[in-house]
Every structure is written in structure tokens, then in C-alpha cells.
């Protein structure tokens, strides 16, 4: 393996030949270097997608500024080059290396891959090789780095069962120094790397591929994914952190011009909405709330620590936080004269909204999103957002009228129950929208339209149901782009092709590993840009394996199918989800649960955790007695 000096010599001769070396260089403004020498663990962490996109990533950065916190450990980061840095590594044979210290990957002992999209697993193959480090897992020696990964995709971890020595499932701020310590006592004990893993295994929240193995039926669904090892469980639960650890505040400065340049704090995590297409929603269960004053301190530091001038506070809807109010008055107390430009990405379609963001915006310009999600009264009853039409469009020209000149609009075709005529009542929606619009600031009222297709996500009410074929999906979307080609009105979509992968890639069972690694050699990576798409070689690997895609997109599951990730549990209880799913059917409506507890599972699985913390910790109210009536919709 190359020196880190035979490493920066060999770049010095290409970085000049390829598009934003600034990528490939480190160096960035708040970075973290330590000897290696002085530390016992060397972590590297990985996004597998280029700087531009890894670098702004939340997770990442929470992990960095962690593990960099410990005198015994070190972590430095690793992106996947573009294609021509790619081809210049190759040909100049340099093994894919750390920006901080430019050690070639292969000399860590941790290679942590964060994976929250499942369109990044034939670039990770693809990392690993220029890692020159095995793919498979089986194939690793005591030498080689522990490769982990973790994120939403760890939810269902099957298609990449193979290549991972370990995935987390669930939040990573704890359970990350618990795998540390773990390598640390199988490092000192000089044991082989099976003991690494049996170390794994028992740390929860942990899932170790190799000691389960899938069976089948003759029809190719699952029977079971049988449990091979005793050190490792039965059901992997989730892990999650009690109360949201400190935010990060030494944010990295980019070399280059990124996603966004700004700072990010996570107000709280999680929701109660119960939207029935959301997996996020149920994943980051129960909801955990930040204080103000630390939210408000965390900003501080990191714009001290940065001098960005853009602030986004995350969650998956913002204007739930409960102290939203006291938030954006303590912010514009404490930063009035940093002019700063805040944002909050995720907020419900009510006027309380739109006042909030009256707050936070010191002009009247640019636009304003709202993600109905469906057009009619009856697919928003099947989806469980209970938004009535007239507060749609009180709410756009609301909007309007307020200086806001453009609306987006986020809608989701191929839900389970959509016909023709819900699709047309996206069109009929958008125009009503328009007219609003056009009534209060005239031909200045623009207006954008979002199409997403559902794809059912692992662990939701909609896991059962099946994704839309491409013939149909493309019809749906001819409907709307054909009726809204007028001026003011800007449509976008979702490629079919790009729901089709999602669709194998997130509902795949450890079968799904080799067409993955079929896929990769026959040339595809970065499946999530739109000019790299290679759908024919994603259908040959398919051929080659013997599978056929229809099974794992186009089949509506039987309700006692078992599922490839049934033995990964994220608290919430598939007999919730499977009544859910009914009650999609019957066009029945979930209020809030802040309103009333639907017993989901999440309290009696986290029980003890949350009594430590007291009952008004959580979002989550006490469960009713059982003895209580239920109303006879959300029954």
C-alpha cells in the first residue's frame, strides 16, 4: 500500500487534469488532524456520492466532530471521486485515501459508510474497490478494516448483507464508541476476526449479516431468516439516543461551492403525523425535542466557528416543535444584526406557517413549498393527511399576498387506492392554485409542481402494497405534464426508471446482493444522477442472477408474507402497521398521536428508557386503558 507522501505525490501530477480539485484536496477550515500514531482507532468515514453532496451531511458531521472529541481515536473523511478523478486514481494507481491525512482507506481500522439512500450502494461497492480492500465480507482478513455501515437504508440492510461486516440500525451518537470499545478489546486480545463480530453482535442495535441466513419458499418469498450464531439475537431493535445529544459546531468550510453552505441544527427528531408513505416517520420514532437555549447556544458557536450566514433548522416538520415560537424570537434577539437568512425546510400547510416564516424572511422574495402530497379529499383519507382543498388554497393565497411570488407544490402519485381521476384532481388543484395567485399579485404568481412516485418503504403502513408499473406511472405523469404546460407553471418529476430501482433496491432480499454486485460489474455507479443512469445494465444483472424485478416492485403482498427485514425492528409494531394499512383502505383517518397514544409500540419497547426520563419527555401521551373505547375509525 502506498505511503501517504507516495500518495500526494502521485495527486499533485493529476489534480490539475480534473474538474474542482478542490474536491480531493481537505484542508477545509475546521478540519481535524491528529498524529496517527497517537491514537489507538483510525475511523473513516464515508458518503458514497461526490464532496459536493457528502460534505454538507449531517450525520457525518456529528460523527466527526464525536469521535475527533476522544484522545484515542481519530476520524477523517472520504467522498467518492467523480468519473474523471476516478479514472486519473486508476490509471495512476492510487488507492482511495483520507483528505486529512491522505493514508490510503486500507490503513484504517473502521470504514464507516453512511448509506441513507439506497441509489449509493453500487458507489460503496465501488469505494471499496478503490479501496482495494475485498467486497464480500467472507473475504476479509484479520488485517483488513472493519467495514460498518448505517442509516435509513440499514432498515432493510439485506441487498448489502454481503459486503457489510456490520450494519447500526437506528440513531449511531452512542452505539458508534460502543463499536470503538469493541474493536479496541479485540484488537488488545489479538483474537481472530470472527471474535471482532461476535463483540458486534452483542452490542444492540447491531446487526452482523453473516450470522443470519435467509430461507425460502418455492415461490421465492421468505420463510425465515434463521439465526446462525449465538451471540446474536433474534430481532435487531432499533437503537435510539434518550434525549438528543449536543449539536455539532464546528462545521466543516468547504473548499468549494457545496449543496449548502450553511449551518445545521436538528431541532427534534421524529414525528406523530402518521402519514402512511412516510418511512422516516416511523423510523425516528418517538419524537425528542432540543431546548431552545441549546439550540440557540449551538447556533452561536457554530457561527463563530464557521462565519456561514445561512442557518437550517431540521426536523421532519419544523412548525411541530412545540417552542417554535420562543425559538425564532430568541434567534432574532440573540442575531438581529447577523442578517442572517434562516431556514426551516419541512412545515405543514396551516397559516401558522406561513406567519412563522413572515418571521424569519426579511424580504418578500422567492418561493414557498407546501407538500399536499395528494389532490383529492379521498387519497388524503388513504394517506392520513387530512388537508381540505379550501385550506390549500387559503393557504397559497395567503402566500401570495404576503410577497411571496412563487409556490411550490409537492404531490406523490402511485399511492395504494389512486385512480385516474385523483390524478386529474392534481391538475384541477394546481390551476385553482394558479387562479389564486394570479387574482392577488397578477401574472407574477408563479407556480412549481413536484411529482414523486410512491415507492412502499420497508416498516410502513404501505410495505404490502405494490409500486405502479412504468407503463402506468408514465401515464399518470403525462396527465399532469400535459394539462399544465401553460405560462407560470413549471412541472418536474421523478424518473420512472429511477422508482423502478428504488423499488428493487429498498424491498430486495439477500438475493438482491448479487444483482447489486452484477449491476456494478457491468459499470454502474452514481445511480442517483440523472446522466449516469444505466437501466439496461441494472436489467441485465438481473437476467444474469435469474431474478425478475417484477417480483420484488410489482406484487401487492399477502398480509402474512414474511418480509426480508422482519427480523429488524424499529420499535413500531407490524400488527400497527398492518391495521394502518387496512385502514388506508377503508378511507379511515389516524389523528395525531400527541392527541391520543395508538399503541404503535414504541412506548412499551423503550418503557424503562423513557421512565428514566419522566413521561413528559417524549411527545407520546399514556396510553389509554385498554378497557376505553376506541372511536370506531381509528379502531
Not at 418571521?359 to 389532490?375: H, I, M
Not at 388537508?387 to 410577497?403: K, V, W
Not at 389516524?590 to 399503541?599: I, K, S, T
Request: with cysteine.
Amino acid at each position: 500500500m502506498l505511503t501517504p507522501q507516495e500518495i500526494q505525490d502521485r495527486l499533485e501530477r493529476i489534480l490539475l487534469t480534473v474538474e474542482k480539485p478542490g474536491r480531493y484536496h481537505g484542508g477545509e477550515f475546521n478540519q481535524v488532524r491528529k498524529p496517527w500514531e497517537s491514537v489507538s482507532t483510525h475511523v473513516a468515514l464515508i458518503f458514497p456520492d461526490i464532496y459536493d453532496i457528502g460534505l454538507p451531511n449531517l450525520g457525518l458531521a456529528i460523527f466527526y466532530e464525536s469521535l475527533n472529541q476522544r484522545s484515542d481515536v481519530l476520524a477523517e473523511r472520504a467522498y467518492a471521486p467523480w468519473l474523471d478523478m476516478e479514472a486519473a486514481m486508476r490509471q495512476a494507481e492510487i488507492p482511495l485515501y483520507a483528505l486529512e491525512s491522505r493514508r490510503a482507506l486500507a490503513d484504517f481500522d473502521i470504514l464507516a459508510f453512511t448509506l441513507p439512500y439506497e441509489t449509493l450502494f453500487t458507489n460503496a461497492l465501488n469505494l471499496l474497490d478503490l479501496a482495494q480492500i475485498p467486497l464480500r465480507t467472507a473475504e476479509r482478513g484479520d488485517h483488513h478494516p472493519l467495514v460498518i455501515a448505517g442509516g435509513h437504508t440499514a432498515y432493510n440492510p439485506e441487498p448489502m448483507a454481503p459486503f457489510i461486516d456490520a450494519f447500526v440500525v437506528g440513531e449511531g451518537e452512542e452505539v458508534i464508541h460502543e463499536i470503538v470499545a469493541a474493536h479496541q478489546a479485540w484488537k488488545a486480545s489479538a483474537a481472530p476476526r470472527a471474535a471482532l463480530l461476535e463483540r458486534l453482535a452483542q452490542i444492540s442495535g447491531v446487526y452482523v449479516p453473516s450470522f443470519y441466513e435467509p430461507e425460502y419458499h418455492p415461490d421465492g418469498t421468505i420463510a425465515q431468516a434463521r439465526c446462525v450464531h449465538p451471540s446474536a439475537p433474534k430481532t435487531i431493535l432499533k437503537r435510539i439516543v434518550p434525549t438528543l445529544p449536543p449539536p455539532p459546531t464546528r462545521f466543516l468550510v468547504p473548499n468549494i461551492d457545496v449543496v449548502h453552505n450553511r449551518i445545521a441544527v436538528e431541532i427534534m427528531r421524529g414525528c406523530t403525523r402518521g402519514c402512511r408513505f412516510c418511512h422516516a416517520g416511523v423510523i425516528n420514532r418517538p419524537v425528542r425535542e432540543r431546548p431552545v437555549a441549546e439550540v440557540v447556544e449551538a447556533i452561536q458557536q457554530a457561527l463563530t466557528s464557521t462565519g456561514f450566514e445561512e442557518v437550517a433548522l431540521l426536523s421532519l416538520s419544523s412548525s411541530d416543535y412545540r417552542p417554535i415560537l420562543e425559538l425564532v424570537e430568541s434567534m432574532s434577539e440573540r442575531f438581529a444584526q447577523r442578517h442572517l437568512t434562516i431556514s426551516l425546510p419541512s412545515l405543514r400547510i396551516d397559516s401558522f406557517s406561513i406567519d412563522l416564516m413572515e418571521k424569519l424572511r426579511g424580504s418578500r422574495q422567492g418561493g414557498f413549498t407546501l407538500a399536499p402530497e395528494a389532490a383529492s379529499d379521498r387519497m388524503r383519507r388513504i394517506i392520513n393527511k387530512p388537508i381540505a382543498s379550501q385550506q390549500l388554497l387559503d393557504t397559497a393565497r395567503a402566500i401570495y399576498s404576503r410577497g411571496w411570488t412563487t409556490v411550490k407544490l409537492y404531490f406523490m402519485i402511485g399511492q395504494p387506492g389512486e385512480t385516474m381521476e385523483d390524478v386529474q384532481a392534481i391538475v384541477d388543484l394546481c390551476k385553482a392554485v394558479l387562479r389564486e395567485g394570479r387574482s392577488v399579485i397578477g401574472k407574477r404568481a408563479n407556480l412549481n409542481i413536484g411529482l414523486g412516485t410512491l415507492v412502499p418503504k420497508p416498516h410502513t403502513p404501505f410495505q404490502w402494497a405494490a409500486t405502479n408499473s412504468f407503463d402506468l406511472i408514465r401515464s399518470k405523469l403525462r396527465v399532469v405534464r400535459d394539462e399544465l404546460r401553460s405560462a407560470g407553471v413549471k412541472v418536474t418529476w421523478t424518473d420512472p426508471h429511477d422508482t423502478l430501482l428504488e423499488s428493487w433496491l429498498s424491498r430486495g432480499d439477500r438475493r438482491m446482493a448479487e444483482v447489486v454486485y452484477s449491476a456494478w460489474k457491468r459499470g454502474v455507479k452514481f445511480d442517483a444522477w440523472q446522466d449516469q443512469h444505466n437501466f439496461e445494465a441494472w436489467q441485465a444483472a438481473f437476467a444474469e442472477i435469474g431474478l425478475d424485478p417484477d417480483f420484488y416492485s410489482h406484487r401487492e403482498r399477502p398480509l402474512d408474507e414474511v418480509f426480508p427485514w422482519d427480523h429488524i425492528s424499529p420499535g413500531v409494531r407490524k400488527s400497527y402497521l398492518m391495521q394502518e394499512f387496512k385502514m388506508s383502505q377503508e378511507e379511515c383517518l389516524r389523528p395525531d398521536c400527541r392527541e391520543q397514544c395508538y399503541a404503535c409500540g414504541i412506548l412499551p419497547t423503550f418503557n424503562e428508557m423513557r421512565r428514566s426520563l419522566g413521561e413528559d419527555e417524549w411527545f407520546c401521551p399514556i396510553p389509554a386503558p385498554r378497557s376505553t373505547p376506541v372511536p370506531e375509525e381509528t379502531a
